[in-house]
């Protein structure tokens, strides 16, 4: 498991091995072990133990580095191939030729690929993607257009 990149809605849980043996754990690997149940993202739990994102991600190295713990993988389904070309022509309509560059940008900022937008992050990138539209009336019109696509899914 690497831990690279926004682990803000990573979720983990428990992991149990037969060859373990004796293990030491501080208070704050044992208070994050016992609140990993395979639901909540690590966002969620921070928030809950009043942690940072970064203290979490070094105590689940720790857990991980000791076979503790695992990464849940749920296949999250994707924004559809002809999307991007459609947010990158309503984009340059509304912000002109820096729209690619912005857009570029602010894909690497959200530890995104272009390719493979997840549906549950896609009202996200619009909603960041209109803060950066200075002309009201064309940051309406492009929240108005992708949100109407977007529920189309």
């Known amino acids: 498991m690497v831990l690279k990149g926004n682990i803000a809605s990573s979720v983990y849980r428990r992991s149990v091995r037969d060859d373990l043996g004796e293990v030491s754990l501080d208070s704050r690997m044992l208070t994050l072990l016992m609140q990993l149940n395979g639901e909540k993202n690590t966002a969620a739990l921070a928030g809950e133990l009043g942690m940072t994102l970064s203290d979490i991600r070094k ?28 947010l990158m ?57 992708l949100l109407e696509k977007l529920k189309n899914l």
């Open 89 to 145: 022509d309503h984009l340059s309509q509304a912000m002109g030729p820096m729209a690619e560059i912005l857009l570029e940008d602010l894909l690497l900022e959200m530890n995104l690929e272009r390719e493979s937008i997840p549906l549950t992050r896609a009202a996200e990138l619009v909603d960041a993607l209109a803060r950066e539209i200075p002309r009201i009336e064309k940051r309406v019109e492009f929240q108005q257009v």
């Open 59 to 86: 105590v689940l190295i720790r857990l991980n580095h000791l076979g503790l713990v695992e990464e849940v993988v749920s296949s999250v389904p994707s924004l559809s191939a002809d999307f991007y070309p459609f």
